[in-house]
């Protein structure tokens, strides 16, 4: 995978972009591996949401997303470079939640049941001292957002995306 993003950030670089990006979560286990031979520095998905949940003033976070990237350090790392804790749903929350996101979200099926999972994993997290949750795969907000969660939410996709234009409007 690393390779393959390297490849693209050479053809990007070639075509005159300033940075890189990676809207995929879990693909970014990859990036230590090839971030020194990129021709062009990247955002990095878990520094631009640490950053956000900094100024909102959250100290713990929970993290959601498929269990390849939950069971990665690609937040914790980044978390605790900026002195945020964090903490994972339990392994079998992992693997419901992973089977909900590549299961139903990807092929656009939306159950109530699956929300109320998440809903029920989140107020989990809550009463264990998390004060914020990351929803760290694109297709978690297409059924949770602040509005239907118990702790508020950072929607890593959407952080990243505005993270971008104010990078590229600089």
Known sequence: MGELMLHSARKLAAQGADFLICPDNTIHQ???FIAERSPLPWLHIAEVVAERALERGSRRLGLTGTRWLVESEVYPEKLGARGLGYMRPAP?????????IMEELVNGVFKPASVAYFQQ?????????????????TEIPLILNDANSSL??????????RAALRRAAA
């Open 30 to 32: 990859a990036l230590p």
């Open 152 to 161: 508020p939410t950072l929607d890593s996709t959407r952080l990243l995306a």
């Open 92 to 100: 079998e929350e992992r693997e419901e939640i992973n089977r909900i």
């Open 121 to 137: 994993v989140i107020e989990r997290l809550r009463l264990s001292g998390c004060d914020a949750v990351v929803l760290g795969c």
